[in-house]
């Protein structure tokens, strides 16, 4: 039991948005019975269902098996750099882009076994392309999810409206990592022993993956969580144990900390004044929203206020690079890096991206 405990003590990000919280309790008017609907619980039991299945996969050492592979495809650091880079984009237009990152994030930190590469860096510009990825489709992403439900766009005229942005941050985001990769030959180690792998364990993680997102799509995805555990359990309880329980308390405490700010007394005025902001001004408010709470919640409230419009999906999408707090992407992607330096190296690159991508994009919005 003390493994389950261990990363809720070490957890400086859990701590933070608790003390944050605590605050916010004393403060802001609001009702205790409605903490619990200000929670997205599809996405707390969406990312469980990840978790585990993530690292079922991981534990049946099969990722090891597949980075092996690649590495012995590719020959030089750049290649493989934009492999990953567009297999993540072109992954998260219809998988998600949090499922996206649950694929490639645990393979590419098995390539830090089979050879010398600057693996954060290669989990940092995966971060970036799934959030330039799945803005393309109304199901990429959460919050396209939400503008698309309440607009009126079919599939097919939401992708329209928003391929311009996708190309442009596509082409940039593919420029930027043949910049920052060198072509230089990949130096090749530890291959020498055959690799072993639970094939097992692999069959049963892949087939519940598979109904596991068919649940998401048929919106059973509490009875898909509730099989996928009993199946762990009763075969490989180590993969339960070893799960990074934490983040989903970051989540959830990050969900009631949006809530609580949209209750200060304070605030009220500013929220009832976005019913009548310009284009301009509402793409540049939730850019800036997107940084301080992130862009699906501060979808989320902008749609009390305002229609679903183009101006706005791009916007809320294009926040989504930038300071961590942009997209729960980013959290969860450096989250599974596990290395103190990748937080602030991602700034490195995200922010450069933030304003190239706010200022090209506005130029683009207002061309067509």
């Not at 492999?83 to 994030?105: C, G, P, W």
């Not at 049963?204 to 998401?216: E, G, T």
């Not at 793409?283 to 183009?310: D, F, H, R």
């Amino acid at each position: 039991m003390a493994i389950l405990f261990r990363s809720f003590l070490h957890d400086r990000i859990l701590h933070l948005l608790a003390a944050c919280g605590l605050v916010l309790l004393t403060v802001a008017h609001f009702r205790w019975q409605a903490l619990p609907a200000a929670i997205d619980w599809h996405t707390i039991v969406t990312l469980a269902g990840l978790l585990m299945l993530t690292k079922g996969l991981e534990k049946s050492g099969y990722f090891d098996v597949a980075g092996a592979r690649l590495i012995q495809r590719f020959r030089h650091e750049r290649a493989l750099a934009l492999f990953m880079v567009a297999t993540a984009a072109l992954l998260s237009t219809f998988l998600t882009n949090d499922v996206a990152l649950f694929i490639l994030v645990p393979l590419t930190l098995t390539l830090r076994k089979f050879s010398r590469l600057p693996i954060s860096r290669l989990i940092i510009f995966e971060a970036l392309a799934v959030n330039a990825g799945s803005l393309l489709t109304p199901v990429g992403n959460p919050q396209n999810i939400l503008l698309w439900t309440r607009g009126s766009l079919s599939v097919a005229g939401f992708i329209w409206q928003m391929l311009p942005l996708a190309v442009l941050l596509m082409a940039s985001l593919l420029l930027l990592t043949w910049r920052s990769f060198p072509a230089r030959t990949i130096e090749k180690q530890g291959q020498g022993d055959p690799l072993r792998w639970q094939k097992p364990l692999f069959a049963i993680s892949v087939l519940l993956y598979l109904m596991f997102v068919a649940a998401l799509e048929m919106k059973l995805t509490p009875w898909a969580l509730l099989l996928v555990a009993l199946c762990y359990l009763a075969m490989a309880r180590q993969v339960l144990l070893s799960i990074d329980w934490s983040l989903l308390a970051v989540f959830i405490v990050m969900f009631i900390d949006v809530y609580l700010l949209t209750c200060l007394p304070a605030l009220q005025p500013t929220i009832d004044a976005l019913a009548h902001l310009s284009e301009a001004k509402l793409y540049l408010v939730a850019i800036g929203l997107s940084q301080a709470i992130s862009n699906v919640p501060a979808t989320i409230l902008l749609l009390q206020k305002l229609p679903s419009s183009e101006a706005l999906a791009w916007a809320v999408n294009i926040g989504g690079f930038g300071l961590l707090p942009g997209s729960l992407a980013n959290l969860i992607a450096l989250r599974m890096a596990k290395d103190r330096r990748v937080w602030w190296q991602f700034h490195l690159f995200s922010l450069p991206m933030l304003f190239w991508a706010m200022v090209s994009g506005w130029l683009l919005l207002r061309i067509l």
